[in-house]
């Protein structure tokens, strides 16, 4: 029975390139590291397939190429011996951060005739340093700004950010649609800990997607909410009504998504970041990040938050049975229900706006405004029905 | 010298469709489990590459296919939310266990339009419970009565049946020819545990393969036996004889083997199963079961017995040399030997006799009678001699 | 990036045989064990990506191939019944270890008709014993004698032979680059302990290498060494001139190389050996040897020394970092320098030299001296620059 592909069969030519995009797209800025990550020592990346070494110099932070073209060796293996560059932990080869020029070979003299040749360059990456992140450009040049990706809110200078980060297994489209998926958080996460303290619903009429004024955003909005109800002749579900010291959040909670790998939603007094970078084929580098814009005492006793229980309930307990259901996925073929229309529309999303070019970036990004409509509607194509 | 391939050349053609039986043979109900292995928690087995989930619902036991066809993952994970259902643990999808249909969508509401599309419903597999086992179909409908497949002895009600089942690395046919090979007991187990307390031969003379007369079972039966012998100028093997605690047992042990994939051997008040049921093209699930027909006091003695020394100096220790010679065999390419021909009889049995669509299941059994005979006689094409 | 393999398209034509030398080059002797490894148990050993098995018989040393024809187990599992012989765990086929004939099935009685087929005889490798270690044979017969591939100075009898072995990863040209790789000693070792007590130089001037007059090694000198430098507006490296407990070491080190895959240098009053013997793609299984001409109790403080320090310092702590070396290499392609040049005079002296059949053993070594002599410039093609 595995061989009914006719489901996927039918997605391939709809979402052509979003199917394609196995290591992420191209042409983005992407998150990469905590700022504090990286220190005296050199931190080694994977980000959409290309391996990446990550230094500090002077307090800038460099990116390049994780690869020594004489031999092939990790440059993030090699050492600072002298100022504004690497050596190759094997021969000595030395590299300029800034422009990943060739400048010693340590083994070979002063006189060494490789040095300055244009086949010996390291490839860099433009990196920078935005809202306690490492952010890296993968793709062409010219890089656009980096401020055309970091979302931004989080470039206020009263943002207050803590969060953890993880290569986790996977693919990353698995762990993005996974992370706008309306549905699963009513019945998987039912039984987390962190629904424990808090009332849950059992299904949303309406879930409806649009993109946000200037295009960047795709937002999520569900008509009613229903805490509980009757499934025909199977009976009442749930069974039990909600506890006496279960909080009630009756309101709207807005999840928002973005390219290139960027979900957001808002919780209560702060907002909550994941962010599923594309690692290779099979893995993605995890952001969950919690984040409010506060200052002074109330920023300290946000920290104080975060790492008391928010880290622990939803980052690490309420994570892992994202993570098991990422491991668990085996699509295709897959047939999609009615609240998979944040999926549909998160596919067709990237399918019309996603960059093919560097250019594109910096293009006026609301043209697709009404192609983007049906995005709203429940899915029909991809879904099969 | 790999590259030997003549041996195999031959066998292809001569053996088409047991060389093809990679994952088993189709159209046959396979014991999955004992009965006291699935209670409250649903079972996850593959049998014959197909990923099977195993339920418990008010006394019956029920088997679908182990993947919820709306994201792919196991509904072996899932739980029981109404009875007579398995609710997918990812979505709450919901299906009827007898009849795979989606009942209802928790977290769709009771309007789920989805509900009751043909393409959603999950296939099923027959199953059924007998002499504490249970048996599923694998095949295509419809499926015959459990008890054409279930050895008729094993269905009397003075059946007492204990044993142990593991999922071991090896392809099903290793196991199975390992288990019907005459000729490595005397030589490979000669120093288990179990032959300390008995007398074993060195060979064999005149090991002849017959059906059975319903054409269900190959039978093996030896001539003479020998228990120590001259081996030209090498000597005399084995150079000690019998010590004087060890039992003799100068009769015929009997074999026999049925299809798909069941070796039955007399042992001393006792008969043994060793059943190797294909579960992926690297690994089977081995039942090895020790049964008599008894009641009352008889019958715990027999249970006291197993659980003494049976299960830990036959199904243990013993089974641990034939897994041993299961991961280190390595064919083709092979060159067989006389006593062999118990190998290539059943090899013929399965090419004649493999049902090849349920009709056969019901069709008279013994036509064959006749085509079957050559396998008494020593292996020709196959063995290269 | 990784798609610039312009520099291995240029490799290919060039050293066509070397390239290809995947699992190695046949038709030589190639060290398997230390004598004191194989006694009373086989063992098993792959060479060229060929199984063999080692036994020790009234005193000799027998390899066979590590595989019973009859089912493809290891002989390597099996026991010895008979003087002379092997027997297959699994069904006791016999086999006359000098010979590889199946002499004895014990399972099929004395008269078993498979005996001395040729179809069933397992093939055997040539086998000696010389300076401590097991020397087999790989590749077609006639096998010229042993001591056309022992290096001469092992087989005096006053050799005091020490060392180490292991099966490592890696494919064994990576371990043999880097062994004779002149310029990596000199920055990758430098933070070894071994070079704590050294000098350790900065690079050295006009590295050159030639045939020995018999054409057998390939021979390193180098011109100038410099202990420190000034690498432009870099600055001086090492930056600390050397510590008044380092020894100075200002003569020139030897170093040789030699078909199949031995490396000997001369190190302060002893020889050490690095033969790096081609396991499969993946691995290879390395020697690090001392040796040196004594005996009485120089020959015990010899010993002694070697298990003070030598072996702890350079062949564990000082090899894990070439072992490291060689498991992060990934070429190609790659870019060479010129310090390179004994790493393409290498790849060269296969090329003109290694034998493509067992005639070329004993052919007049010494030919190529001209063809040799372009391996001591700097190198061309291969090198890209």
């Known amino acids: 029975m595995e061989e009914q592909l006719s489901a996927s069969k039918r997605l391939a030519p709809i979402f052509r390139r979003y199917s394609a995009a196995v290591t992420g797209f191209r042409h983005y800025w992407y998150p990469v590291a905590f700022s504090r990550e990286v220190g005296k020592q050199p931190l080694a990346r994977t980000i959409c397939g290309e391996k990446i070494a990550l230094f ?9 190429h994780d690869r020594c073209p004489h031999r092939g060796v990790p440059l993030s293996m090699g050492r600072k011996e002298f100022p504004g560059t690497i050596s190759c932990m094997y021969h000595g080869w030395t590299y300029d951060l800034p422009s990943g020029q060739l400048v010693a070979v340590i083994t070979d003299g002063p006189d060494s005739p490789i040095c300055g040749k244009a086949n010996v360059a390291v490839p860099t990456y433009p990196a920078e340093e935005r809202a306690g992140l490492i952010w890296v450009y993968v793709g062409d040049p010219p890089a656009p700004p980096v401020e055309v ?38 019945y998987q996460h039912r039984y987390a800990l962190w629904y424990f303290f808090r009332e849950n ?4 009429k309406d879930v409806r997607l649009f993109p946000s004024e200037d295009g960047v955003w795709l937002e999520r909005v569900r008509g009613e909410v229903r805490y509980s109800d009757i499934y025909g002749r199977l009976g009442r579900w749930p069974r039990r009504g909600p506890r006496f010291w279960q909080s009630r959040n009756r309101g709207t909670t ?8 960027i979900m957001r939603q ?8 994941q962010i599923y970078v594309p ?79 560097p250019a594109d ?25």
């Open 56 to 64: 500090r110099d002077g307090g800038r932070v460099y990116a390049l």
């Open 149 to 186: 990706d970091v979302p931004a809110e989080l470039l206020r200078p009263d943002t207050v950010l803590e969060g953890v980060s993880a290569v986790r297994t996977g693919n990353w489209r698995y762990a993005m649609e996974n992370g706008c998926d309306e549905g699963h958080a009513k």
């Open 201 to 204: 619903a059992a299904w949303a």
């Open 254 to 261: 807005t999840m928002s998504l973005r390219l290139p790998c």
């Open 266 to 273: 808002q919780q209560r007094g702060w907002t909550e970041y």
């Open 279 to 357: 690692w290779d084929e099979t893995h993605y580098l995890c952001f969950l990040l919690a984040t409010k814009w506060t200052t002074g005492l109330d920023a300290l006793l946000f920290r104080a938050r975060y790492h008391t229980y928010i880290r622990r309930l939803k980052h690490e307990a309420f994570y892992a049975e994202d993570q098991l259901a990422i491991d668990l996925m085996d699509t295709p073929p897959e047939q999609l229900y009615r609240p998979d229309v944040a999926i549909t529309a998160w596919r067709r999303f990237c399918e019309e706006r996603a960059r093919q070019s």
């Open 361 to 385: 970036a910096l293009a006026a990004p609301a043209t697709p405004a009404a192609p983007a409509a049906p995005a709203a509607q429940a899915p029909s194509g991809a879904a099969g029905r």
